[in-house]
Nanobody, 123 residues
Framework: QVQVVESGGGLVQTGGSLRLSCAASGSFLSINVMGWYRQDPGKQRELVASVTSGDSTTYADSVKGRFTISRDNAKNTVLLQMNSLKPEDTAVYYC?????????????????WGQGTQVTVSS
């Protein structure tokens, strides 16, 4: 099985910073993409940032220049450094790991999610 665990959420004032951490562990061959998503109540979950095993990154337009995603392939961890936070960044943030697995039926990819961590930015 695969476990994805996030940490680092909290309450911060507008303009402040937070760093989210995520670690994936368990039985898998390797991790392809790791990413952060966020979701407000009543809204769809949206991609915030993602990074491939080759360190290629993708960011939502709303966070470009403010957030930085980084990854340690050896430790299967991903960080999201969030600076210049705004009230509209308030959401539950979820980590996702797209892992390669082989359980005797050939190699395949599966996505695993963390439990989510609350980020609240006060105005």
């Amino acid at each position: 099985q695969v476990q994805v665990v996030e940490s680092g959420g909290g309450l911060v004032q507008t303009g402040g910073s937070l760093r989210l951490s995520c670690a994936a562990s368990g039985s898998f061959l390797s991790i392809n993409v790791m990413g952060w998503y966020r979701q407000d109540p009543g809204k769809q979950r949206e991609l915030v940032a993602s990074v491939t095993s080759g360190d290629s990154t993708t960011y939502a337009d709303s966070v470009k220049g403010r957030f930085t995603i980084s990854r340690d392939n050896a430790k299967n961890t991903v960080l999201l450094q969030m600076n210049s936070l705004k009230p509209e960044d308030t959401a539950v943030y979820y980590c996702a790991a797209d892992v390669y697995m082989d359980q005797g039926r050939g190699k395949y990819q599966a996505r695993y999610w963390g439990q989510g961590t609350q980020v609240t930015v006060s105005s």
